[in-house]
């Protein structure tokens, strides 16, 4: 009898095998369907003005009308249901790759944020692989995507201090080993099926559904405006102040103090969707320091339209002007002494709102991080105030001293005599 069952066993798994190979072969999918949900932002995907990703308290957000996450489904271990299966994991196989740059949007549900797309995705039938998801804001076209066997890069263009770029991914597979050290009270027996239509089957992940995490990539800064009282403690003269724009340039120990001339602003950057030999360097934004550059980068308004004049200073009152400004984060390739500064550019005006004078011709001023703020770091927003005082006119008075006579005997007598 136990001679029996052992191949019967044998004979069912050498049938499930075929099946799978017949299936994958055909092109066959489970009935399990693929769902995806966000499972949280720091800081989430835009809302109307901002500029970059914003999210509520609970990390849910919406992709804007227009703007899309490029979603990927890629195998990242194999699991071993079918033991014949031999072929290792190769992004470039469609046996490995079953979404790819997939057009999605972030809709938020009964309190939680849904990723969805046009089409329907069903887990595959054969249960080869595990499969872990990847996903990448803002979507581009496959024309500027790297694909390879084992990694896939996003290349970036024409950043202008207006594009927010973000990064997430699922859990994946997890070794037996790993589970126990994860969950040594309450290990997942199925955790190495994540995510397979398999995994789907067993208790407790029936309704599962994966969760991307996503993370900012880039560093932004916020300016506000006050003003600053006279000696008496009055803001008249401050209050006729009003923010003309404000535009971010940068250097390096090279350029020297006070040398701002120069492209040293990156406008391209490569985000690694996903790296199947280094995971560590999945979800790394990397920049070209040396070509593409641009000199400065304005600061907009809440129209996306340069900022022009729309703030005016009031007392001591911090106000929040124009939108964020998103920079890469500087690294070794940014060169010894980097530094970012803000070129600032001031008018005064009367109560009409008419202009007085203009006050554009300053260097710009380094902006220079507090030691409790450590370095540069992506997803951070760094509060910067422009602290505005009222002109002081430039006038100038003069005196003459009067003649001053000396005594006769100041030069030798001339004797004619």
Known sequence: MATAFAACSQMDEDQAAWQASEAAQAGLESNVEVRLSSGGFGIGISTRGSGSVESDNEGN?????????????????????????????DWTDYR????????????????????????TYWYPYENWYAFRFYGYYPRVDDSNITLQSNLIVANYTGLDGTTDIIHGKSKGYCSDEDELSNNPAN?????????????FRKAGHLDECPSVDFGHKLMRVQFYIQGVGDENGSYEMANKMMLQS??????????????????????KAYLVVADLENSGNTGTLTFD????????IVMRDNDNQPYDSKDKVNGNEEIKVGRPILLPVPDAGAGDGFIYGAQISLKMVDGEGNTLATFNDASPLDLNLKPEAGEYKAGHTYKVIIKISGPQQVSLKATLSDWEELNDDAFDDLDLN
């Open 61 to 89: 957000f919406e992709t804007p009308e227009n703007e899309y996450i490029g979603i990927y489904m890629l195998a990242t271990d194999r699991i071993g249901t079918n033991p014949e299966e031999a072929r290792p994991v």
């Open 96 to 119: 490995c790759i079953k979404m790819t740059n997939v057009q999605t949007k972030a809709v938020t549900e009964a309190g939680k944020t849904n990723l969805k797309w046009d089409n």
């Open 187 to 199: 290990p997942d027996p199925w955790a190495k099926y994540r995510y397979s239509a398999q995994y």
């Open 246 to 267: 404000v535009a971010i340039k940068a250097r390096n120990s090279v350029m020297g103090p006070g040398n701002w001339d120069g492209e040293h602003i990156p406008t």
């Open 289 to 296: 320091w040396e070509n593409d550059c641009t000199e400065s």
